[in-house]
């Protein structure tokens, strides 16, 4: 059987049988993986494993069948290159770093490599470690995943109508339309949601800045949860800090 050597993230995981794990890795050049590590929890009275961490970084060596989405490749070696470390001093950053691992999980593909993805999630990862305020690095890669799997709503005009959008007054957008809905289209979309974000954050020529970033966090994630089909891991703990970052201005 072939063998893969990649750089990887641990994007979730879960025990298997006694001593081994699945694993949903995204690969930098292939993509989401599902694996199983054999025995990678298999400990001795000298030595405690407890296996491979969530959210951890390495390179990986795996043995695969065949390159499909309903193949399970076998993991041969790991070599960690980041451990989680910084993302557990606070609950928040481990909110987000949770969060944005299962976003990625939900909006890609298994075997379709996304290298911008993969280097925007390790910058976020990175990020989360050391910043003070969370959500702004969630925001940008909110904005890396909408962009590179191709699920960006429009901003720069009315979805129905074409009709450029006022950036002084909220407006309304929907998710299932892909975009924001003027005024005159409004009263034809049953889903929907009102946005009070100014045009320039929403296209990105402007960095948001304060509530601006809980008011982009919040529309971007309830995209996302409308895209996914549900609300990815974290979301509501992230939602609550959105919502005291609102109140708070």
Same mark, same amino acid.
């Given at each position: 059987m072939p063998h893969l050597n990649d750089a990887a993230i641990v994007l979730r995981r879960s025990d298997y049988a006694e001593t081994s794990q699945i694993l949903v890795l995204f690969l930098r050049e292939h993509g989401k993986v599902h694996a199983i590590a054999k025995g990678v929890r298999r400990s001795t009275k000298q030595r405690f494993q407890p296996g491979i961490d969530l959210l951890e970084s390495g390179r990986v060596v795996l043995s695969v069948r065949q390159l499909r989405q309903e193949a399970m490749a076998t993991l041969v070696e790991w070599k960690p290159t980041r451990a989680p470390g910084g993302l557990h001093d606070r609950l928040d950053r481990l909110h987000s770093a949770v969060y944005v691992a299962d976003v990625t999980s939900r909006l890609t593909e298994d075997w379709d490599a996304h290298p911008a993805v993969f280097d925007g999630l390790e =910058?976020?990862? =990175? =990020?989360l470690a050391v910043v003070e305020q969370v959500l702004s690095v969630v925001t940008g890669y909110q904005r890396v995943v909408l962009n590179e799997t191709g699920l960006m709503p429009r901003f720069d005009g009315c979805v129905g109508c074409g009709r450029a959008m006022p950036s002084e007054r909220s407006v309304v957008f929907s998710s299932f339309e892909g975009g924001l809905v003027c005024r005159d289209c409004e %009263? =034809? !979309? +049953? *889903?929907? !949601? /009102? +946005? !009070? +974000? %100014?045009? *320039? +954050?929403? /296209?990105?020529r402007k960095d948001a800045r304060g509530a601006e970033i809980a008011g982009l966090f919040d529309l971007f994630h309830y995209h996302l949860s409308h895209v996914a089909g549900r609300e990815p891991a974290c979301g509501a703990e992230l939602t609550r800090l959105a919502a005291e970052m609102m109140r708070a201005r």
């Open positions: =910058a976020s990862f =990175a =990020a %009263p =034809a !979309r +049953v *889903e929907k !949601r /009102t +946005v !009070r +974000v %100014p045009n *320039e +954050v929403l /296209t990105g």
